[in-house]
Every structure is written in structure tokens, then in C-alpha cells.
């Protein structure tokens, strides 16, 4: 799930002078990659939102501190991480719950019987989505950040630690820890990432259908069948699972216009 943020250099320029067309190109490029790092950084989606929101006016207004040292999308995701590292009072540099209450979670509700019905494609990959971004809150900010951007997102070490603003070998040890922390709690835990486990989507969907977790889909289509990612799972090496469980989920989607929000922010204000 290579993410790229793929903006030109004249983009760059054409927005440094307050043209219009060019600021919404600008945002057009970086909301999609930016709104993915921040759903997996946040629980809470309309958080993910307006932090996205946050992140995007930081860039627009820092612009001109761009010196093209390093690629455009490295500081962009640099100005990003730090948007996403201060939001809300830095509500989001800690674990969000613990293990224990991961794995607490898990079990309650857990249906001994249910039907793993294709019709429920939809909801079950929602499930599942739900799921794998809880898990990433077990982890601290610093932590869940070298996880999502180096095992996730798949940035080069290199990229990464200039994003983080950390040394090569500081990327490293933390995305080491955070996959050994991830791995094993799947591991122990999930249907789609090992065979015996117990803990499987549609013996979730009853009660994340109570909680509110999964909405109907309305005509959308399943990104991926779980029973095929189960098996294409199997076939990999155990350390290469926990990567792959979670570089099938498709890209989050927000809700929000940012380029609407922003232009409209823009023009009624002085920040241009």
C-alpha cells in the first residue's frame, strides 16, 4: 500500500502565489495520503478529519518554508506528523487502550457460532478495518507512526526517519518493536492472520452491529473477500502476515471536502 503524494514543482510555485486552481491541486494531492496516515493514527474518524484538516492549512500557510532539501512529499508528511503529534492538546502521543483491553474487547461478544456469509462482505471487511486500527493503539505515538509509515504505507527507512526527524537506526529499533508488539497480538488473537484462532470477523458482526461499528453499505462493494485473504495470508512467511493483513485494506476515505473547506477557509481569511 505504497502511498505516494505526487505534486509538481509548478503546482508548488502556482500556490505559493495564492492561485486558486493551484492551492486546491495541492490539497487534491495531499489529502488522500494525508487522511490515511491519520485514520490509522486516531480511533475516532471525525478527529482524523479535522486533524487532516489541520495538517493540509499547516502546509498551505508553511509553504514557502519548502527549500526543496528534501522531497516535497517527505517535508509535506513531515508537517503532517507533527500536525497529527500536536492534535488536541497531543491527546493521540499515547496508547489509546492497552493490550488487555484489546484482547478484553475481542472476546466479549464473540459469537461460538455464526455464518461467514458472502453477502456481508461489506460489513465484515468494516470489521476488520475497525479492528486492525484499534490494535494500532495499543502502541504509543512515536511507535504507531514507524508502523504505519515503514510497515504500512511502505516509506523507505530513509524517508521515514526524515519524516520522524529521527536517525536511521532510531526508525529502525522503534518499527522493530512496534511489528514485534502487532505481530504478536495477532498472532494470538486473529482468524485471518492465523488458522486457530477463535477470533473471526462474522463472529464479531452481531455486536459491532449493536455498537454502532459498521453501516450498512449502501452498493459498496468489498476491496477484498476475507476467506481469500485468509489463504493468501497462510502462504506467507509468518513475519511477512501482519504486514500483509493490514496492506489489503483499502485506502480510508473521508467524508469531508478539503479542498472545498480550505479554498473557502482561504478566501475569507488572510493566511494567502
Known amino acids: 500500500m505504497r502511498t505516494r503524494i505526487e505534486v509538481s514543482r509548478e503546482t508548488i510555485e502556482r500556490a505559493l502565489t495564492g492561485e486558486a486552481g493551484a492551492v486546491a491541486e495541492l490539497v487534491r494531492g495531499l489529502q488522500g495520503p494525508f487522511f490515511g496516515l491519520a485514520r490509522r493514527m486516531m480511533l475516532d474518524p471525525t478527529d482524523a478529519e479535522d486533524a487532516t484538516q489541520e495538517a493540509l492549512l499547516r502546509v498551505l500557510t508553511r509553504l514557502a518554508q519548502y527549500r526543496g532539501d528534501a522531497q516535497f512529499s ?49 460489513l465484515l471487511e468494516q470489521v476488520k478495518l475497525g479492528c486492525g486500527m484499534a490494535l494500532l493503539g495499543v502502541l504509543d505515538a512515536d511507535h504507531r507512526l514507524s508502523y504505519i509509515l515503514g510497515e504500512i504505507l511502505e516509506l523507505e527507512g530513509e524517508e521515514a526517519a526524515q519524516v520522524l526527524e529521527v536517525p536511521p537506526a532510531t526508525f529502525r529499533k522503534r518499527l522493530s518493536r512496534a ?72 485506502a480510508p476515505t473521508p467524508r469531508r471536502d478539503f479542498v472545498e473547506v480550505l479554498t473557502e477557509l482561504l478566501r475569507t481569511s488572510n493566511l494567502q
Not at 488536541?88 to 464473540?110: A, K, V
Not at 455464518?115 to 456481508?120: G, I, L, S
Not at 453499505?217 to 481469500?228: C, E, F, H, I
Request: proline fraction near 5%.
Open 74 to 122: 517527505t517535508w509535506a508528511f513531515r508537517v503532517a506528523a507533527n500536525a497529527f503529534l500536536d492534535f488536541r492538546g497531543q491527546r493521540y502521543r499515547n496508547p489509546m487502550l492497552s493490550l488487555e483491553q484489546f484482547h478484553e474487547d475481542l472476546m466479549l461478544g464473540l459469537e461460538p457460532i455464526a455464518p461467514e456469509r458472502a453477502d456481508d462482505a461489506v
Open 179 to 250: 511489528r514485534d508488539r502487532v505481530r504478536t497480538a495477532l498472532e494470538s488473537t486473529c482468524g485471518v492472520v492465523a488458522e486457530g484462532n477463535s477470533c473471526r470477523c462474522h463472529r464479531r458482526l452481531s455486536r459491532a452491529k449493536e455498537l454502532g461499528r459498521v453501516s450498512e453499505p449502501g452498493g459498496a462493494r468489498a476491496s477484498v473477500s476475507l476467506p481469500v485473504l485468509r489463504e493468501q495470508i497462510a502462504k506467507l512467511d509468518a513475519l511477512a502476515r501482519a504486514a500483509a493483513f493490514y496492506r489489503a485494506d483499502p
